[in-house]
């Protein structure tokens, strides 16, 4: 999911807000703290005035660390007064996450390399949801597909986010779920504020008040479970026994602030939390959704598909191989993504000097771009563009250099749904295993056909391209399942807590 943009709003007559101005009254606030800036590096340039005690308190400014984090600071705080994505307002914390990059370097240490334990716990989950969400019968019924897919990705992300009890807690489930959902429009209501007084009207806006009290029952459901695990920790270090790992993004993050030299605490692993549930769950969700309606749409696709998964399922069990060999099921992944791209724009940039483009177009310091998609629908590179060719990227698959661009964790310049170059999105590989495992049980267990008369025109809003979200299919357990999910895992695997199980 992308972050606000701070374009002024328009109103529902047009017109831009004009009061207050988000440009003419920061001026004043962004004027004192740059001529604060040019007051401290005067005063700490200049030796007679450092030597006055009550100006330079205990080597204030002496030193070449504690200038350069003062500097940083100012200039960290005029760059969120530019891109201001709300972070330091309460309610919107799980963003000061990103801007200190706990979020990045969570995704690439621990969920780029997905582990066997990560795959098996994520498939119990998947069987314990589906289990709940799904009727044990052979008889069709139907079901609402968007919710379907938010609550199986839902429950498979945050086991391995916060583990298997608290995943499992209703409240928990909701509350990750409705951040999202109300952050969205919140983020949206408080951009027609300015942001120099956004930290005192936000106090006066329900829709703050509404992330603030979702944010203070994160922390109070979350404060047990770090709680129980200090003391079992404490219990069995004083035993001298090794103290239990739990391989979840509340150890991790744990790990990561001391290695930081942060205070960790219950408020800090909540804004963490929720902004990782923001970042994977509704991501993966939008392409489960539109893939099932695309196989809906393509009856005759779903059982290749299927035999292919029961094939490898029964040589390899669910493990990196034989998720790997699904080719056809990967390609058919990418092709949903390539048709239907969850934005219709992407790789949001902002220059940070001028830069002259080959074409002679200068992009000037603070210009901020993005690109189209039309890249993935250009006839001219793809084939029938509008059509769902679910053996497309199979196809170039086999091709000379296809194996490194053609698979579904595989950016290109010609593909862009998990973004290009750098700063693609690190946690594709943790997102693709995801939709894997689901498909495999739901593939497997179920089948699945669009509800009748049912619209599955997909909706654009603003940049957002998503699966209509009025789909109902009507689904019904398979009669004959070829596969047995319990015996396909080493039954000397053990993923419980008290085992100290190594990613």
Known sequence: MSLPSDRPAVGQDGSYWQFPDARSSSYLVVGFMMLGMAIYRWISSNSSIKAIPCINPVGFLSGAKVRRDFW??????????????????????????????????????????????????????????LSKAVRDSSAW?????????????????????????????????????????????????????????????HWFIPECKELRDIMKEARRLLAPTIDKRRTRNQAAAAAGREVPRYNDAIEWFEEEAKLRGWGYDVSLAADVQMILGITSIHTTSDLMEQFMIDLGQHPDVLQPIREEVIHHLQLGGISKASLYNMKLLDSALKETQRRKPMETVALRRRAQEDIKLPNGLTLKTGTRTLVDTYRMHDPAIYENPDEWDPARFLNLRSKPGGESTAQLVSPSINHIGFGYGKHSCPGRFFATDTLKVALCHLLV????????????TPQIRGILHLPNPTVKILIRRREKIEVDFDSIWDKSFDTSVDAGTKM
């Not at 583990?163 to 983020?187: K, N, V």
């Open 72 to 129: 940083e600071f100012g200039e960290e705080t005029l760059n969120r007064a530019r891109q201001n994505f709300h972070g330091g307002i309460p309610g919107f914390g799980p963003f000061d996450m990103v801007g200190r990059g706990i979020v990045a370097a969570l995704t690439r240490k621990y969920l780029t390399k997905v582990s066997a334990y990560m795959t098996k716990v994520k498939s119990d989950e998947a069987e314990f949801a």
């Open 445 to 456: 267990k179920y089948e699945w056909k669009l509800a009748p008369g049912t619209d599955t």
């Open 141 to 201: 019924h139907e079901i609402a597909l968007a919710p379907f897919t938010v609550d199986i990705s839902a429950r498979m992300a945050l086991r391995i986010f916060v583990g298997e009890e608290l995943c499992r807690d209703e409240d928990w489930l909701r509350i990750t779920e409705q951040y999202e959902l109300s952050w969205i429009p919140t983020s949206s209501r408080l951009h027609e504020v300015a942001w120099p007084f956004r930290r005192i009207f």
